[in-house]
Each structure stands twice: as structure tokens, then as C-alpha cells.
């Protein structure tokens, strides 16, 4: 007898020890190892979740055995690849013949257990809940009290918050989207209770930014301190033409052309008078030439030191005009009036112009 066939009879007796029961609604798949986490460390967290749900929730999870039977049996292969993928639980839970498939991953982060659970409708076809709980290693009781409210019990799996704000008029957005301005009219209820993120602004204070976990059934109450945003005014930009490396290019480029300019002067009159005792048949006309080609030389290095430093003066004027920071003909000032207040967090500032 094959392999497949003593699966499929195991499948058979653990559904007739189970048919004078209630049908079972829930199933819960093997978890799977995310960031930092091990094959082992994922299966203690799996083993202690099976373990508090098979014990508080037997009558509406199915039997683990079951479920890893019906596996076995040949053309069901294709789902023992199902992690977090909503699709194939789908299809494992019509296999099953259960209304609702749990499943999740466990990761590590900063020496922290993270232990994540996803609630899947088979019948509908979607994802229905998310909950995640930080624990030092497997999850405890706690977090398992958690874990069970929101997948067996999703209606109950919320909180609220209440907020308290030192101004008023300030926009309050939860996880991104707006909910209201303060002050509010009472708590943020019927939350989903787990990790959210709260921000509140107002213009001319520093936002009130906070990640925090509503807790189950109660009420987590916040107060946001918005402090005015001090603003610093700094002086603007000096204009290429007043700024001391556009003249020191300029001039050393001028000065190396003017230069170069004699030199080179000098060079002629020294190959005219080579030629002049060439002509006489004088000595030192030999001598003469090295001078002239000496000079000019120098004539030709000191054009390249004045080319190179008129270039570089071009290149401050260019890119301080591109900067913006040349006034405008006929402004009433000579340059904006620029104020700077720190952001949200002290490595970043904001800066607003005013002209």
C-alpha cells in the first residue's frame, strides 16, 4: 500500500474521530522564519502558540494532525509551499473545509521575538486581521491573550486613544490619515488595537510624532507637546562680485596673462637680436635662441596659470548666479529675507524664503 493511500486513510480516521463534533472553523498553518529569526526559534513560537490555542480554542481549531494528513495525500503537495501568501491559504482552507486559516512569521529584531498572526477568510477570499506582539523570546501569556482575541474573536480586538494637546486648531493624523483637529471632540474608538502611528502638526510648532501600541479593550492616553518652532534669521549669501575667491581667481588670472604677455615680448626681441647676429655672423646667436625659447616657455606656462584662473572666476560667477543669490534689479532689498526652524527631529531643519 502506498504512502499516499496510509496518509489518506490516516486523514479519514482523525475526520471520523472528529464527526461527532462541531465542525472545526479555524486552522492554524506553520508559521515562517522572517528577519534575524531561525528555523528553531520560529517553531518555539509556533509550538507555544498551538499549544495555548489547542487548549483554549480545541472546539473551533483543527487538529493539527489533520491537517498535516491531508497533505500527504497525492495532488495536495502544493500547499505545503503556502507561507504567508493569501491566495494559497485560501485554497488550504477549502481543503480543509474551515472557514478561517491563521498563519504569520516570527522575526528578531534588536534582540527582540516579534510574532505576527494573519487571519485569512476562505470564504470571502481576504486578509480580515494583523496582529503582531513583542515578547524577549516565544511569546507569553500576554502576548498569547493578544494573539487569540484577534484571531479568533476580531470584533473585540480594539482600543481607543485619548488625546490631550497643549494648542488648539492642530491636525491629528493616525497612521497617515487625517482624523480630526484638536481639540477632539473625545477618544479615537473602535481603534485596531496593536501598533499605529500618531502625528500631530500645527504650522509654526514642531509636530508631535509617536509610534504606539493600542492595548486590548482599554483606553491609551497621550498627551502631545507641541512647541513653538523657533525661527533663526541668518544672513544671505554674499554676491560673487564681494566674496574673496572670485577676485583671488580673477586676479591671479590677469596677473598670469600679463605676465605671460612680457614674457612672451621678451621672447621676440630675443629671437630678433639671434637673428640680427645671424645675419652679421656674430657669435651668440646660439645663445640668444636658448633665451628666447626660455621665455617663451614662461610666456606660455603663465598664460596657462591666467586662462586657468579667469575660468575659474567664470565658473563662481556662473555658479552663484545659478544659486539664485544675485539680487533682482529694482528690489526694494538687497536679498531675501531667509528664516530656518528645526524639523521634526534635530538632524533635519526646514526653510521657507521671503522676499
Not at 182 to 194: F, M, Q, V
Not at 253 to 261: F, N, P, T
Not at 309 to 316: H, I, N
Amino acid at each position: 500500500m502506498g504512502i499516499s493511500n496510509l496518509a489518506a486513510i490516516a486523514a479519514g480516521l482523525v475526520w471520523l474521530a472528529q464527526a461527532g463534533a462541531t465542525p472545526p472553523t479555524h486552522l492554524l498553518w506553520h508559521l515562517q522564519p522572517a528577519e534575524g529569526a531561525s528555523p528553531e526559534q520560529t517553531a518555539q513560537a509556533e509550538r507555544a502558540i498551538r499549544a495555548f490555542f489547542g487548549k483554549r480554542q480545541s472546539d473551533r481549531l483543527m487538529d493539527g494532525l489533520a491537517t498535516d494528513s491531508l497533505l500527504q495525500v497525492q495532488g495536495n503537495e502544493e500547499y505545503i509551499r503556502c507561507g504567508t501568501g493569501t491566495a494559497c491559504l485560501v485554497g488550504l482552507g477549502k481543503l480543509a473545509k474551515v472557514r478561517y486559516v491563521i498563519a504569520g512569521e516570527v522575526a528578531i529584531r534588536a534582540g527582540r521575538t516579534l510574532t505576527k498572526l494573519l487571519l485569512i477568510d476562505c470564504l470571502r477570499g481576504n486578509r480580515i486581521m494583523e496582529s503582531e506582539v513583542e515578547s524577549s523570546g516565544p511569546p507569553g501569556t500576554d502576548q498569547l491573550l493578544e494573539l487569540e482575541t484577534a484571531m479568533f474573536d476580531p470584533e473585540r480586538y480594539v482600543g481607543s486613544i485619548e488625546l490631550t494637546t497643549t494648542v488648539q486648531g492642530a491636525t491629528v493624523l493616525l497612521d497617515g490619515a487625517k482624523v480630526g483637529i484638536t481639540p477632539l471632540p473625545g477618544p479615537l474608538a473602535k481603534l485596531s488595537a496593536g501598533k499605529h502611528e500618531l502625528e500631530v502638526t500645527k504650522p509654526g510648532h514642531q509636530p508631535f510624532e509617536r509610534s504606539l501600541r493600542v492595548p486590548v479593550g482599554k483606553t491609551l492616553h497621550v498627551v502631545a507637546i507641541l512647541h513653538p518652532a523657533a525661527y533663526l534669521k541668518i544672513e544671505p549669501p554674499t554676491p560673487f562680485y564681494l566674496d574673496w575667491p572670485f577676485w583671488t581667481a580673477a586676479g591671479a588670472g590677469v596677473a598670469g596673462l600679463l605676465a605671460g604677455g612680457l614674457l612672451h615680448r621678451d621672447a621676440l626681441v630675443l629671437d630678433e637680436n639671434a637673428d640680427k647676429l645671424e645675419r652679421a655672423h656674430l657669435a651668440g646667436a646660439d645663445a640668444e635662441r636658448d633665451k628666447a625659447s626660455t621665455r617663451m616657455l614662461s610666456a606660455y606656462i603663465f598664460y596657462g596659470v591666467g586662462g586657468a584662473g579667469l575660468v575659474t572666476a567664470a565658473v563662481f560667477a556662473i555658479l552663484d548666479l545659478a544659486s539664485g543669490t544675485e539680487p533682482e534689479q529694482g528690489s526694494d532689498s538687497a536679498s531675501p529675507d531667509i528664516q530656518i526652524a528645526p524639523g521634526p527631529d534635530s538632524a533635519t531643519i526646514r526653510a521657507s524664503w521671503r522676499f
